[in-house]
């Protein structure tokens, strides 16, 4: 590259935040040196087995692809997703090019507005209290955000919309009317509406509904995007197995662009994602799993002086003690608790941290009993 043009030009990492994670390392190292060792609750990275119906599946498949997978998916996948959707999420009327595989949601959160080609001149709306994520694939393209939790008071006319429910951090549910607001609300500005329903399986206090819904979307998926992972539904966050479904030519035009990229999920990981979307028992195993550790760690953190809010979904506690959440991860890290502070999700956040519930049963029956000492 000529060494003029590449000093002219602003690198892309420059528009972008900083990693949030890397502000905690002083915390861990803290909460590491606890004579009872570290309970690492600030990540959402499941702890418990992959289930068998989809390792079975993964080892069956390693000796047939030797050739290239294709973008789209297998049929056998695609019809795994279709029957999903219908049977779990009431999304009736999909058919195969209603839907497209991607690798690992993350990445489709990160690159949609630059797929959807959104530039400076566009807003993107975000949640007030977010995923960081988001923010991130519109400062890529440098479009501008918004964040906002109530459809009439976006300041504007957005290109995307995204909302998240049960949501990442706080685990809040938005119930049938907010989502039929949102969606009314997308078709009269002309926006895409991305719905992220990747904890939809984990609903404690409300039930969680899709936006592919009939009865939210009025049977039409006209600007649509739902998306879904098997991450924390099926503990396959390793496999990077994920996909969106909705507005048909928005996911086929989607489906050329990453053709063009090579945006392929490996061919054995394509039927392991089959397999475990045909299987919901391990689902209702992995449930109990998370129902029992918020069951025990929820009231330990109330007993510590915590105040729980939201939390009705997702495998997060939203906690707060009133006071800075810098403050509170310190106060944690002492007792050897490692929590994720709320600032890492927006401005509005900064008296709460997040506590997974994504750590073994020694590790939550640990913090449980820290807390309570």
């Not at 990492?13 to 609750?41: E, M, N, V, Y």
């Not at 975000?126 to 008071?153: F, K, L, W």
Request: aromatic share 6%; net charge negative; hydrophobic share 40%.
């Amino acid at each position: 590259m000529n060494s003029s043009t590449s000093s002219s030009r602003a690198p892309l990492a420059a528009r972008l935040p900083d990693f949030p994670w890397d502000s905690l390392a002083g915390a861990k190292a803290t909460a590491q040196a606890h004579p009872g060792g570290i309970c690492d609750l600030s990540v959402g990275t499941p702890v418990d087995p992959t289930p068998a119906v989809a390792r079975e599946a993964l080892v069956a498949a390693a000796e047939r692809w030797a050739g290239y997978p294709t973008v789209w998916g297998t049929p056998a996948l695609r019809a795994a997703i279709l029957g999903y959707l219908e049977r779990r999420w009431k999304a009736a009327g999909l058919g195969e090019r209603n839907v497209l595989p991607v690798v690992g949601t993350k990445e489709l959160v990160a690159w949609l507005p630059t797929q959807l080609g959104l530039g400076p001149d566009d807003l993107v709306v975000i949640p007030g209290t977010a995923y960081p994520t988001y923010e991130v694939g519109a400062a890529i393209v440098g479009a501008r955000i918004q964040r906002c939790d109530d459809p009439a008071q976006v300041d504007g006319t957005p290109a995307l919309v995204w909302i998240n429910s049960p949501a990442n951090p706080h685990g809040a549910i938005l119930d049938p009317d907010e989502l039929r607001a949102w969606v009314s609300f997308a078709r009269e500005s002309g926006a895409v509406l991305a719905s992220d329903e990747c904890y939809g399986e984990f609903g404690w206090q409300a039930e969680p509904c899709s936006v592919l819904d009939a009865d939210i979307c009025g049977g039409s998926f006209d600007g649509l995007l739902a998306v879904h992972s098997l991450s924390k539904r099926s503990n396959m966050a390793g496999y990077r197995g994920g996909f969106v479904a909705g507005d048909e030519q928005l996911c086929m035009e989607l489906l050329e662009l990453r053709k063009h990229g090579g945006m392929m999920l490996p061919g054995p990981v394509q039927e392991a994602m089959a397999a475990a979307l045909d299987d919901h028992a391990h689902v209702e195993e992995q449930r109990e799993r998370y129902l029992a550790r918020r069951a025990l760690l929820k009231p330990a953190l109330e007993s510590a002086g915590f105040t729980i809010d939201h939390s009705e979904g997702s495998l997060y506690l939203w906690a707060t003690r009133g006071e800075d959440c810098r403050r509170t991860v310190d106060w944690l890290a002492e007792r050897g608790i490692l929590a994720a502070p709320g600032d890492f999700y927006g401005s509005q956040s900064g008296q709460h941290v997040r506590i997974a519930l994504t750590a073994t049963d020694e590790r939550i029956a640990a913090a449980a009993e820290r807390l309570r000492g």
